[in-house]
């Protein structure tokens, strides 16, 4: 809703509240630009929109089938407190959906605030596997993120790769 008025939208399609004010967002810069944005295309944009690495449910593929047989194995590239919130926030409202056991597979660079992130997770996750970004100088290693992630509040462990942790699930 602004000075044009309100458009009842359809929700949109990433998961997470926090995309609701996501989208608003995105709605007032197109306006912002001088561009005419019809409800109808607005409608549509919320049905159809995507952001890989943001909240993305992986589908059927390698990492997947390294996982437990039902596992759902969510991708997001969020690094700093405040995506930490959002993030957990989102796995909260799934767990509600279908409780199930919660792991986080996680790697990092060293600009990062690591503790700040975990923080998000303490009570929802049940384990944290620490894994080096292996196609960075600044990946912090695995075994220090552990130590970050234990700071926050939360057991962890590092593990040499993402395929190693979901093995261990």
């Known amino acids: ?71 759902d194995i969510w991708l997001d590239g969020g690094h700093n407190p405040g995506a930490g919130v959002v993030v957990a926030e989102a796995l909260a409202e799934q767990e509600e959906k279908n409780p199930r056991p919660l792991f986080l597979i996680s790697g990092m660079i060293n600009t990062k605030d690591q503790s700040g992130y975990f923080s998000a997770f303490k009570g929802l996750v049940r384990h944290v596997y620490t894994v080096p970004v292996s196609l960075s100088e600044a990946s912090v290693p695995n075994d220090e993120l552990a130590i970050r992630a234990v700071e926050a509040g939360l057991s962890a462990e590092p593990v040499s790769s993402v395929a190693n942790a979901l093995m261990l699930l």
Not at 31 to 38: H, V
Not at 45 to 71: D, F, H, I, S, Y
């Open 1 to 71: 809703q602004d000075e044009d008025g309100l458009m009842d939208l359809s929700p949109p399609r990433l998961p997470g509240r926090h995309q609701f004010a996501n989208a608003a967002a995105a709605i007032a810069a197109v306006k912002a630009a001088g561009l005419e944005i019809s409800h109808r295309v607005a409608d549509k944009a919320m049905a159809n929109v995507t952001w890989p690495g943001r909240m993305q449910k992986l589908p059927q593929g390698r990492l997947t089938e390294l996982a437990p047989k039902g596992a």
